[in-house]
């Protein structure tokens, strides 16, 4: 049957959410954006009209100087008279009153920095100026005055800079006789309406290099595409609307420092605040959900798995005010003392289980063991050794005493290397092959305890296994203490050098397949696994391995230094010295 595709709560509200709320907010933010514009559009409608009537004053300034330049030249025979060469008293006398027109025409046009008449046919250039120039600016705008070859120059308004500022230059004349009018960018018009913001007046050339104002615009540059655009400039927001002058190539630009919310109505500003405001609730909103919802039955779900994990039986703590969880809380705390209950129940029933497998496990005992050494000490007494073959059976009594001891019991690791070592003093009388046993363990881990037979069993396989007519078995025993974690475990190892665990038996080891099902040859390995499992759960381990050597199995129990308590009575009698 197919399964039935599951969806997160969260997961649904979530979608849930912003299916109902991207739309609103994409309108939101539309809305808010579109109210800045139009208030950005607004305020350069605003800045683009004066800008056009100051551009309107310096274009009618320009063409009424030009009227008036080209008129005088036209009708006024003082102008014309002067490409020709005139004694000195007349010549002062026509220039001094055309210099006495230049001031009228000056004080009519404050934007009229200098005015020069040049006669190079009388060898005279005279120039009036004004009241705020140098001395040396005076002097530079008549030596360029007199150093310019006007008959090449431009007939229309160009932009000269002459010391540190600029000029719309205009020359009208003769052949030998000119009429040349300075008009000072700076003193062109300039913003006299107090504005909220400060703004500027910026006239550029053609390069769209700064004639005014070079501090602060110095490095601007104007964008000739946008009707008008927001630039930061030194450190702050401005918004430039700009249109050619008509005259010189010259572009003027108006520049307003701008803030979004400063140029705003006080019901636009409202509208975007408000906007924003129930933006933010969003996110708000959905963090109250997930803190008074979401993240307790997070809580709820990982407590859930804990105790499924871990076989573990928490209580689940809820302080919330929601109804709905508080009786899931409860609920569930309910269901878990009864199955608390339940569990106690059962392990009883486990602990009583456990007795009687111990019980059955110490009975596998080992028939082909006990019938060689009454084969073997039955040829010893043939031989009339008598010494040897009380030694035997005094090995084997230990041996036997120690096989019945209660399996839960755990013995110190020095104890069941000695039985070890009586093993294989009994083993050896039994076989021709020589055995060497290697033992190589520290003091500090003689005094830990271990499951008795648990380095037994490893030792009885290798004389199964491991024993070659062509060599001598070579059996190794190592012990160390090792650190992993929060515990200290005991890791003990059994090396013999035989031909190694059958692939399939190896197979099944390393797979972690039922051992019950391997035949005899792994049975007091499979005990073992058993023993380990009831006495430590899954805090110990076995590992079967074959090296060059051989078979190697290592055993990994947690440290225990104390005395644990034995049901089995104790043996008195010691095994006597072989040596």
Same mark, same amino acid.
């Given at each position: 049957?197919?399964?039935? *595709?599951?969806?997160?709560?969260?997961?649904?509200?979530?979608?849930?959410?912003?299916?109902?709320?991207?739309?609103?907010?994409?309108?939101?933010?539309?809305?808010?954006?579109?109210?800045?514009?139009?208030?950005?559009?607004?305020?350069?409608?605003?800045?683009?009209?004066?800008? /056009?009537?100051?551009?309107?004053?310096?274009?009618?300034? =320009?063409?009424?100087?030009?009227?008036?330049?080209?008129?005088?030249?036209?009708?006024?025979?003082?102008?014309?008279?002067?490409?020709?060469?005139?004694?000195?008293?007349?010549?002062? +006398?026509?220039?001094?009153?055309?210099?006495?027109?230049?001031?009228?025409?000056?004080?009519?046009?404050? #934007?009229?920095?200098?005015?020069?008449?040049?006669?190079?046919?009388?060898?005279?250039? *005279? #120039?009036? /100026?004004?009241?705020?120039?140098?001395?040396?600016?005076?002097?530079?705008?008549?030596?360029?005055?007199?150093?310019?070859?006007?008959?090449?120059?431009?007939?229309?308004?160009?932009?000269?800079?002459?010391?540190?500022?600029?000029?719309?230059?205009?020359?009208?004349?003769?052949?030998?006789?000119?009429?040349? #009018?300075?008009?000072?960018?700076?003193?062109?018009?300039?913003?006299?309406?107090?504005?909220?913001?400060?703004?500027?007046?910026?006239?550029?050339?053609?390069?769209?290099?700064?004639?005014?104002?070079?501090?602060?615009?110095?490095?601007?540059?104007?964008?000739?595409?946008?009707?008008? &655009?927001? *630039?930061?400039?030194? %450190?702050?927001?401005?918004?430039?609307? @700009?249109?050619?002058?008509?005259? %010189?190539?010259?572009?003027?630009? /108006?520049?307003?420092?701008?803030?979004?919310?400063?140029?705003?109505?006080?019901?636009?500003?409202?509208?975007?605040?408000?906007?924003?405001?129930?933006?933010?609730?969003?996110?708000?909103?959905? &963090?109250?959900?997930?803190?008074?919802?979401?993240?307790?039955?997070?809580?709820?779900?990982?407590?859930?798995?804990?105790?499924?994990? +871990?076989?573990?039986?928490?209580?689940?703590? /809820?302080?919330?005010?929601?109804?709905?969880?508080?009786?899931?809380?409860?609920?569930?705390?309910?269901?878990?003392? +009864?199955?608390?209950?339940?569990?106690?129940?059962?392990?009883?029933?486990?602990?009583?289980?456990?007795?009687?497998?111990?019980?059955?496990?110490?009975?596998?005992?080992?028939? @082909?063991?006990?019938?060689?050494?009454?084969?073997?000490?039955?040829?010893?007494?043939?031989?009339? @050794?008598?010494?040897?073959?009380?030694?035997? $059976?005094?090995?084997?009594? +230990?041996?036997?005493?120690?096989?019945?001891?209660?399996?839960?019991?755990?013995?110190?690791?020095?104890?069941?290397? @000695?039985?070890?070592?009586?093993?294989?003093? $009994?083993?050896?009388?039994?076989?021709?092959? *020589?055995?060497?046993?290697?033992?190589?363990?520290?003091?500090?881990?003689?005094?830990?305890?271990?499951?008795?037979?648990?380095?037994?069993?490893?030792?009885?396989?290798?004389?199964?296994?491991?024993?070659?007519?062509?060599?001598?078995?070579?059996? !190794?025993?190592?012990?160390?203490?090792?650190?992993?974690?929060?515990?200290?475990?005991?890791? $003990?190892?059994?090396?013999?050098?035989?031909? !190694?665990?059958?692939?399939?038996? =190896?197979?099944?080891?390393? !797979?972690?397949?039922?051992?019950?099902?391997?035949?005899?040859?792994?049975? %007091?390995?499979?005990?073992?696994?058993?023993?380990?499992?009831?006495?430590?759960?899954?805090?110990?381990?076995?590992? #079967?391995?074959?090296?060059?050597? !051989?078979?190697?199995?290592?055993?990994?129990?947690?440290?225990?230094?104390?005395?644990?308590?034995?049901?089995?009575?104790?043996?008195?009698?010691?095994?006597?010295?072989?040596?």
């Amino acid at each position: 049957m197919k399964r039935k *595709r599951l969806y997160s709560v969260k997961k649904f509200f979530m979608i849930a959410s912003v299916a109902l709320v991207f739309p609103f907010a994409i309108l939101s933010v539309y809305f808010a954006l579109h109210t800045i514009r139009v208030s950005e559009e607004m305020a350069a409608s605003a800045n683009r009209n004066a800008l /056009y009537l100051y551009q309107q004053e310096l274009s009618t300034n =320009l063409e009424q100087l030009e009227q008036s330049m080209a008129q005088s030249w036209a009708q006024d025979w003082k102008y014309q008279k002067l490409r020709f060469e005139l004694d000195d008293i007349d010549a002062h +006398e026509s220039t001094r009153i055309i210099l006495e027109a230049y001031k009228v025409t000056q004080s009519v046009y404050p #934007c009229v920095g200098a005015m020069a008449i040049y006669s190079p046919a009388n060898g005279l250039c *005279r #120039c009036i /100026y004004d009241n705020s120039y140098s001395h040396d600016l005076r002097e530079d705008i008549k030596k360029y005055v007199e150093e310019t070859d006007f008959s090449r120059d431009s007939v229309e308004w160009y932009v000269r800079r002459i010391d540190d500022k600029w000029f719309m230059v205009r020359v009208l004349g003769l052949s030998n006789a000119y009429s040349v #009018c300075f008009v000072d960018i700076d003193l062109g018009p300039k913003i006299t309406v107090s504005e909220p913001m400060p703004s500027y007046l910026v006239y550029f050339d053609g390069n769209m290099e700064a004639l005014n104002e070079t501090e602060v615009f110095k490095n601007v540059d104007l964008d000739t595409k946008d009707s008008y &655009y927001i *630039r930061k400039i030194a %450190g702050e927001n401005f918004m430039i609307v @700009h249109m050619p002058l008509g005259y %010189g190539n010259i572009t003027m630009a /108006y520049i307003a420092r701008y803030s979004g919310f400063g140029h705003m109505t006080i019901s636009q500003i409202f509208a975007v605040t408000l906007t924003f405001l129930m933006l933010l609730l969003v996110p708000l909103v959905y &963090y109250i959900v997930i803190r008074i919802f979401f993240r307790p039955l997070s809580e709820f779900i990982y407590s859930i798995h804990k105790s499924r994990d +871990e076989n573990m039986h928490p209580k689940l703590s /809820y302080t919330g005010e929601l109804v709905e969880l508080n009786e899931f809380s409860d609920t569930f705390n309910d269901m878990m003392e +009864e199955i608390e209950k339940l569990k106690i129940d059962s392990y009883e029933q486990e602990m009583a289980k456990q007795k009687a497998e111990f019980q059955y496990l110490q009975q596998q005992l080992k028939p @082909h063991f006990y019938l060689n050494f009454l084969k073997t000490l039955y040829g010893i007494i043939q031989l009339r @050794h008598t010494d040897k073959a009380q030694q035997m $059976i005094l090995g084997v009594s +230990e041996y036997i005493r120690y096989t019945f001891r209660n399996n839960s019991v755990l013995v110190p690791l020095s104890e069941e290397i @000695h039985q070890v070592e009586n093993y294989v003093y $009994i083993q050896q009388a039994s076989i021709a092959t *020589r055995v060497i046993l290697n033992v190589e363990i520290p003091d500090e881990a003689m005094n830990a305890y271990v499951p008795v037979m648990s380095i037994q069993t490893f030792v009885e396989n290798s004389f199964k296994y491991a024993v070659c007519a062509d060599r001598n078995l070579e059996i !190794g025993i190592s012990a160390s203490i090792i650190q992993a974690e929060s515990e200290v475990y005991l890791e $003990i190892g059994i090396q013999d050098n035989g031909n !190694g665990f059958p692939e399939d038996i =190896l197979d099944k080891y390393t !797979g972690g397949r039922n051992q019950e099902s391997v035949d005899g040859t792994s049975t %007091g390995i499979h005990n073992i696994k058993q023993r380990l499992e009831i006495i430590y759960q899954s805090r110990a381990g076995i590992t #079967c391995m074959n090296n060059y050597q !051989g078979a190697l199995c290592e055993l990994i129990i947690p440290l225990q230094t104390k005395q644990a308590p034995e049901d089995a009575q104790e043996v008195s009698d010691e095994c006597i010295d072989r040596g």
